[in-house]
């Protein structure tokens, strides 16, 4: 096991880079302590598979530090950084029966047969391949092509890391929700740091403990499931993670108070520095918004059932504001009039969550 440290990371895959935008990494400064569950969440694109190599020393970054335990790894070659890797797309040998292919990095490694048999067999009980290690791997389906890759990612003892790269990609839904509990409940047993990449939200919230969140190649909120959900530091958080996500308002700040289409809006934690600021937004969630008897003057547009909520949609002016509401309950037709929790309410000065110490990436 090993703490990572990033030091002013900064990749492009251009010769010359000039623009933020050649950067497929703009600047990443972690510390991921050992032992911890991580995902790295964010959309295609935003730079987690390029960060991932760069851990693994698949790339090597243009600019900054790879460390572990302290020691500059940068230079060093994959194998001598003791790290598996699990790919988005299953990388097996297929002439080779199941057993081999969990098997092989054990024996690649010089690991007796006995102590290879013992892990062999716990690693394809816990993914449910017992049945199948005398098979063939390429007689199998693709999740459980997925699935032997992911076994030879956790089958070493002996490794700083265990990375896995948006691993259920091609893995059937129903199955999906079962590796991930396993994979959960695995970590919690081992204790190896394990990082995950995905960027769908739901699998990062229920694997990790502290969940990294990227955009455009940098790290915009790193918390834990409930602070990314409380207290988003960037819109895009809100946004990205919710179901419906945050509402993001444009607004107005006057007389020491947040406007939104002409009315104010009572926020417990004060608005925080915005001076300067180009775009002044509202960030409040579904789950804070509720019917009032005044407020803000809304037109209700649509319900939706969602199980054990609806999701109600309505209309200020230009924007749209969703809120949840219990089931059974009341929901006015036509015009009503929204409340927000104070509470739960915040501004965002150019997409960041203004105030003290919230801005400048992170
Ligand atoms: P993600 O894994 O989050 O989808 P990537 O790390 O794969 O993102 O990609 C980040 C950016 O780098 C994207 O703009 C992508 O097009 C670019 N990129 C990734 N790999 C390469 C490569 N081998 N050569 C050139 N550009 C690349
Ligand atoms: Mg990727």
Redesign the pocket.
């Known amino acids: 096991m090993a703490k990572i440290g990033l030091k002013a990371l900064r990749?492009s895959?251009?010769a010359n880079p000039g623009a933020e935008e050649d950067w497929?990494?703009r600047q990443i400064d972690l510390d991921w302590s050992d032992g911890g569950a991580y995902a790295?969440l964010?959309?295609?694109?935003?730079?987690?598979?390029?960060?991932?190599?760069i851990i693994s020393g698949l790339?090597t970054p243009t600019e900054g530090a790879v460390l572990f335990d302290g020691t500059d790894v940068t230079a060093l070659p994959p194998d001598q950084r003791n790290i598996a890797q699990v790919f988005q797309f299953p990388v097996i040998y297929d002439t080779m029966t199941v057993y081999n292919n969990l098997a092989f990095p054990l024996r690649n490694r010089g690991i007796g047969e006995a102590r290879v048999d013992i892990r062999v067999r716990e690693i394809a009980e816990m993914l449910e391949l017992s049945d199948l290690l005398d098979r063939r791997a390429s007689g199998l389906s693709p999740d459980g092509k997925q699935k032997i890759s992911m076994g030879r990612g956790l089958v070493r003892e002996d490794v700083n890391v265990i990375m896995f790269?948006?691993p259920l990609t091609v893995i059937d839904p129903h199955l999906k929700w079962k590796l991930r509990s396993k994979l959960k409940e695995l970590h919690q047993r081992v204790r190896v740091t394990m990082i995950y990449?995905t960027?769908d939200q739901t699998e990062a919230l229920t694997f990790a403990d502290q969940v990294v969140v990227?955009q455009d190649?940098v790290v915009v909120q790193i918390g834990t499931p409930v602070e990314l959900f409380e207290r988003p530091a960037h819109t895009f958080v809100g946004h990205f993670i919710g179901s419906p996500g945050m509402n993001v308002l444009p607004c107005e700040v006057r007389d020491g108070g947040a406007f939104f289409n002409g009315v104010q809006v009572p926020i417990d934690e004060g608005i925080g520095r915005t001076e300067g600021a180009r775009r002044l937004e509202l960030g409040v969630r579904p789950e804070f918004v509720r019917f009032a008897e005044a407020g803000i003057p809304v037109e209700v547009v649509k319900v939706s059932d969602a199980g054990r909520h609806r999701i109600i949609e309505t209309r200020a002016g230009g924007s749209r504001i969703h809120l949840l509401a219990p089931l059974g309950g009341p929901v006015p037709e036509g015009a009503a009039h929204l409340a927000f929790d104070p509470a739960r309410t915040r501004v965002y000065a150019d997409g960041w969550l203004a105030g003290a110490n919230s801005g400048g990436g992170a």
């Not at 964010?42 to 190599?53: D, E, M, V």
């Open positions: 990749h895959y251009l497929a990494l790295l964010g959309p295609s694109g935003c730079g987690k598979t390029t960060l991932l190599n790339v790269d948006e990449v960027h990227m190649g």
